[in-house]
C-alpha cells in the first residue's frame, strides 16, 4: 500500500496529482523542483517540507513520484539516490529510462492539467506498468483510489506510447484548430462562442458512436463546390490552405 509520496516536479501534473492524492488520504511527504519558487508554492500548498536540492529528498518512500518534462527526466534520474518504488509519469518515456532502481514503475495520466484552470472531468484513465508484480499492484491500487477501478489500464511501453500519439491527435491537435478557427472569425469581428455550442456537440456526439461514424461537413458529403470555396477563403493563408486540404484529402479517403 502506498502511504507516503514524495513529489519530484511542481508543475501541472505535480500539482494535480499532489492535492488529488493529499484529498484521498495520501501523505505527500515532500515536494522537490529545480526552481526553489516551485516548490514552495506547491509545498506551501500541500503543507508538507520542499526543497531546490535532490539531497533533501527523504531516503525512504513508498513513492517518488517524477513528474517532470521528459528532457528533464534523464539527467535528474542520474542525481537521483533514494530507495522505495520510483515511478514517472510520462506517456512516452520507456520504463528503462529509470531502470537503474530496482522499483521501477509508469504512474501516466491521461488528462491534460493546467494549475490555472480546474480540471472539470475528474473520471480519466491511468495507465500503469512496474517492474514488478508487487509494484504493479500498488501501482493499480493508488490509481483506482483516484479514478476508479475501470479507469486503470496496465500498458506495456509500446501500448503507452501508442496512447499517447492518439491523444495528441484527438486533444492537442483538435484544440489547434480550435485557435485557428478563432483566428478566422476575429478577421470578421465574430466571437468564439459562436462555435462553443457545435464543439460541445461533436465532444458528445463520440461519446455515442465511433468517430467515423460521426464524421460529417463537405469533405464527407463529397460537397467539392464548397471545398473550393473555403480554398479561395484561404489564398491569403498558405498554411492553413496546405491543412484544410490535407485533412479534407484524409477524411475523403475514409468515406
Do not use: W
Not at 511527504?29 to 516548490?39: D, N, R, T
Not at 514552495?40 to 500541500?46: E, F, I, P, T, Y
Amino acid at each position: 500500500m502506498i502511504g507516503k509520496v514524495v513529489l519530484i516536479g511542481a508543475g501541472n501534473v505535480a500539482t494535480y496529482m499532489g492535492n488529488v492524492l493529499q484529498s484521498n488520504g495520501v501523505h505527500i511527504e515532500f515536494v522537490y523542483s529545480q526552481s526553489l519558487e516551485s516548490a514552495k508554492r506547491l509545498g506551501v500548498q500541500l503543507g508538507t517540507a520542499y526543497s531546490e536540492n535532490l539531497k533533501d529528498l527523504p531516503a525512504e518512500a513508498d513513492l517518488y513520484m517524477i513528474a517532470v518534462s521528459d528532457d528533464a527526466i534523464k539527467e535528474l534520474v542520474s542525481r537521483l539516490d533514494v530507495g522505495g518504488l520510483v515511478a514517472h509519469t510520462s506517456g512516452t518515456l520507456d520504463i528503462d529510462v529509470i531502470s537503474n532502481f530496482p522499483e521501477a514503475g509508469v504512474f501516466y495520466p491521461l488528462q491534460s492539467f493546467s494549475r490555472i484552470n480546474p480540471l472539470q472531468n475528474k473520471e480519466f484513465p491511468i495507465c500503469v506498468e512496474a517492474t514488478r508484480s508487487d509494484n504493479l499492484h500498488s501501482l493499480k491500487e493508488l490509481a483506482a483510489k483516484l479514478v476508479g477501478v475501470g479507469s486503470v489500464y496496465e500498458l506495456n511501453t509500446i501500448q503507452r506510447k501508442a496512447v499517447h500519439l492518439a491523444a495528441v491527435f484527438a486533444s492537442n491537435y483538435s484544440n489547434h484548430m480550435y485557435q485557428i478557427a478563432e483566428e478566422l472569425l476575429k478577421r470578421e469581428d465574430l466571437n468564439f462562442d459562436i462555435l462553443r455550442p457545435l464543439i460541445v456537440e461533436t465532444a458528445e456526439k463520440v461519446k455515442r458512436m465511433n468517430p467515423k461514424e460521426a464524421q460529417t461537413g463537405p469533405a464527407k458529403r463529397g460537397d467539392v463546390k464548397v471545398m473550393q470555396e473555403h480554398m479561395r477563403e484561404l489564398e491569403p493563408d498558405p498554411d492553413y490552405k496546405a491543412l484544410y486540404t490535407l485533412i479534407s484529402n484524409s477524411i475523403i479517403k475514409r468515406k
